[in-house]
Nanobody
Framework: QVQLVESGGGLVQAGGSLRLSCAAS????????IGWYRQAPGKQRELVAA???????NYADSVKGRFTISRDNAKNTGYLQMNTLKPEDTAVYYC???????????????WGQGTQVTVSS
């Protein structure tokens, strides 16, 4: 059984930065791709960034150039560095273990509990 625990969310002013972490239990972390999703009130959950087992990355257009996804397999931890935050980035952020099919990320069954990010204007 894999457990994912996100941390690092909080309240920040527009233009500020936050670094989210996703700590995984178990021994499958290095064999999985990682996806960061977010869900704002009244909206569907959307994929924000993903990183493959070989550290290739993909980003949603809305965060490209501002967010950076990374992983540390030795620590079983994934990260999402978020810079130049905007009020529209306000959401609950979730990490997920999945896989790549070609250049596309596919979410798996393991999710964290989410961490709230609130960006004030």
């Amino acid at each position: 059984q894999v457990q994912l625990v996100e941390s690092g969310g909080g309240l920040v002013q527009a233009g500020g930065s936050l670094r989210l972490s996703c700590a995984a239990s178990g021994n499958t972390f290095s064999r999985n791709a990682i996806g960061w999703y977010r869900q704002a009130p009244g909206k569907q959950r959307e994929l924000v960034a993903a990183i493959s087992t070989s550290s290739s990355t993909n980003y949603a257009d809305s965060v490209k150039g501002r967010f950076t996804i990374s992983r540390d397999n030795a620590k079983n931890t994934g990260y999402l560095q978020m810079n130049t935050l905007k009020p529209e980035d306000t959401a609950v952020y979730y990490c997920n273990l999945g896989y790549y099919g070609g250049k596309y990320y596919y979410g798996g069954v393991y999710w964290g509990q989410g961490t709230q990010v609130t960006v004030s204007s």
